[in-house]
């Protein structure tokens, strides 16, 4: 599995380019601004691409959902919660196959009713569930921070801390991370109550 990360738009935005290196079959994660530079990295490597990913509903990472549905023909795959337009639902468990390649989407709300993360190859797709060095807002519409608490804790905090950590924003000291390292050393990966993590995100 082979992953481009490519800086977008002016909201400090990453979309990602996943190849199977196998089969040049690929997907495209929260795709909204700077298409030529999603639509260069598909023709320099020859890549077919099958599905349009998103994270969650949000139009940072949706906006160019349907202008590379009409240069590549893939399907776009988002939560069953979402209130937008797509072509597949998926839940908690579900798995995306491209090519050899497999991820795993894990239901993550809390910045959104329909955040979800990916996971697969040693690669961790975090969306805004979680950033390098911090986490998602919850004061927009559908955010809860006692359900972005249970994200964290009881589905984040469990995974394998050898995992590259990938977010849908360049927020952070770096780009990548790996989990580890963001229990460690993240302010909002630390253990603390449910009340205590709902006051300090301000709810």
Same mark, same amino acid.
């Given at each position: 599995m082979k992953i481009y990360q490519i800086p977008v738009g002016d909201m400090q935005n990453f979309t990602y380019v996943v190849e199977d290196e196998d089969t040049n079959e690929g997907i495209i994660i929260d795709p909204s601004w700077d298409l030529n530079q999603i639509e260069e990295i598909i023709t320099q490597h020859n890549l077919k691409i099958k599905?349009? *990913?998103?994270?969650? @509903?949000?139009? /940072?990472?949706?906006?160019?959902?349907?202008?590379?549905?009409?240069?590549?023909?893939?399907?776009?795959?988002?939560?069953?919660?979402?209130?937008?337009?797509?072509?597949?639902?998926v839940k908690d468990g579900d798995v995306i196959e491209f090519g050899n390649s497999k991820l795993t989407i894990l239901y993550t709300p809390g910045h959104s009713k329909d955040s979800l993360c990916l996971i697969g190859d040693g690669n961790f797709f975090s969306g805004d569930?979680?950033? *390098?060095?911090?986490? @998602?807002?919850? /004061?927009?519409?559908g955010g809860s921070a006692k359900e972005l608490y249970h994200s964290l804790f009881d589905i984040l905090y469990l995974l394998n801390d050898d995992l590259i950590v990938y977010p849908g924003h360049d927020y952070g000291h770096s780009v990548t991370?790996?989990?580890?390292?963001?229990?460690?050393?993240?302010?909002?990966?630390?253990?603390?109550?449910?009340?205590?993590?709902?006051?300090?995100?301000?709810?």
């Open positions: 599905y349009i *990913v998103n994270t969650h @509903g949000h139009f /940072d990472h949706t906006h160019g959902n349907e202008g590379m549905m009409k240069s590549t023909n893939a399907k776009i795959i988002q939560h069953e919660k979402s209130q937008l337009k797509y072509d597949i639902a569930t979680l950033f *390098v060095g911090n986490c @998602g807002r919850v /004061d927009l519409p991370s790996t989990m580890g390292q963001e229990k460690i050393s993240n302010p909002v990966m630390q253990k603390r109550s449910e009340q205590e993590f709902v006051e300090m995100m301000g709810q």
